[in-house]
């Protein structure tokens, strides 16, 4: 199984991204998929996560300003982030699992590698 994000970068703040991440090697349609991030010197956070009928819950945060989408087609869930703050520069990293909340207790079985988000003042 393999995740890879993409979509990471600079951006003002109040700017927008939006980050992909690709799945290959399991039943993505199955998949709870979730969102993190970690930031220098905290420990990982997080940010979303999407069951596999759609149902999202957010962080608060984040509430109100990200959202997650998917494409079974593609294999690929994404990360809509609008509004960012300087405080939202982490790396990112998804998640799948077949269990949701796995993913809530971060011991979900498949992670990706990362995507950093930097988001200046």
């Known amino acids: 199984v393999q995740l890879v994000e993409s979509g990471g970068g600079l951006v003002p703040a109040g700017g927008s991204l939006r980050l992909s991440c690709a799945a290959s090697?399991?039943?993505?349609?199955?998949?709870?998929m979730g969102w993190f991030r970690q930031a220098p010197g905290e420990s990982r956070a997080f940010v979303g996560i999407?069951?596999?009928?759609?149902?999202?819950v957010f962080g608060d945060p984040v509430k109100g300003r990200f959202t997650i989408s998917r494409d079974n087609g593609k294999n690929t869930v994404y990360l809509q982030m609008n509004s960012l703050k300087p405080e939202d520069t982490a790396v990112y990293y998804c998640?799948?699992?077949?269990?949701?909340?796995?993913?809530?207790?971060?011991?979900?079985?498949?992670w990706g590698q990362g995507t950093q988000v930097t988001v200046s003042s």
């Open positions: 999407m069951n596999r009928n759609g149902v999202q």
């Open positions: 998640a799948a699992d077949p269990n949701f909340s796995a993913i809530l207790a971060q011991t979900a079985r498949y």
């Open positions: 090697g399991l039943t993505f349609s199955n998949a709870v």
